[in-house]
């Protein structure tokens, strides 16, 4: 599933153009087409194809792993799940047989939710806070000092990776970048929060910090058939490495079940300590 980094990536694209346009911000829409009923979560999709239809688009950016399009009326929220991908195209382009929704606007460009597997979703709201408030902080946002965040462990007692990847806690966090930060930080998945130190939550934010900011700037990770363009996957230290010598110790990589995820850790770097 695209994460944090993937998603990011995706919505800067929107505001760059994809190297075919000049982005879609100050556009307005002309049509919409929905392909697939109920990849519109919300509203019905006759009412999304009436409804968006002389909106402008006002702002792109992400919150979580949605991608969030401000309208001058509405606010456009893409969630990508599985399989999503959003993509520009130029009129001529033929439907790509994956395209479950398209947005055209008044310059002749075309947006599409292409989405092979059918899980993700849109919604057209006038109002996103139903879905948006319940989310945790971002964790790239400077608000979120390392006191904080300490607090935020310490009040919970969940196993560390399990509470990592609850999007209400914290938000845009996946399988890949927690695996990643907790190496980083040399603690265990299973670790129960409540019980890390000042000193291992603040290597453990810095780690969050430090591979999703290096995997933005590589376009995130490419993996499957379902997210490419990124390369971030060629520094992963841990994620699907089993049986690879850990970077910083050379004991081979291993894989667990953690909450119903596929788990990677290095075995010596990242002993239990409670």
Known sequence: MPELPEVETVARSLIDGQNISDGILGLEIVSAEVFWNRTIAEPSAAEFI????????????????????????????????????????????????????QIKFESGLGLSFNDARKFGRIWLLSDPDPILASLGPEPLDKALKPAHFHAMLTSRKRQLKPLLLDQKFI????????????????????????????????????????????????????????????????????????????????????????????????????????
């Open 171 to 274: 938000a845009g966090l996946g399988n890949i970048y927690i695996d990643e930060a907790l190496h980083f930080a040399r603690l265990h998945p299973l670790e129960i929060s409540s019980e890390i130190s000042t000193e291992k939550s603040a290597q453990l934010l810095k780690g969050i910090r430090k591979v999703l900011s290096e995997s933005i700037k590589a376009n995130g990770s490419s993996f499957d058939w379902a997210y490419r363009g990124g390369e971030f996957q060629n520094k992963f230290k841990v994620y699907q490495k089993t049986g690879e010598p850990c970077p910083r110790c050379g004991t081979p990589i291993q894989r667990t079940v953690v909450g119903q995820r596929g788990t990677h850790l290095c075995p010596q770097c990242q002993q239990m300590t409670n």
């Open 50 to 101: 009436q409804r968006i239809r002389g909106q402008r688009v006002q702002q792109v950016g992400r919150r979580a792993k949605y991608i969030r399009i401000d309208l001058s009326e509405d606010v456009l929220l893409i969630h990508l799940r599985m399989t999503g991908d959003v993509l520009l195209f130029q009129e001529e382009t033929p439907l790509n047989k994956f395209s479950r929704a």
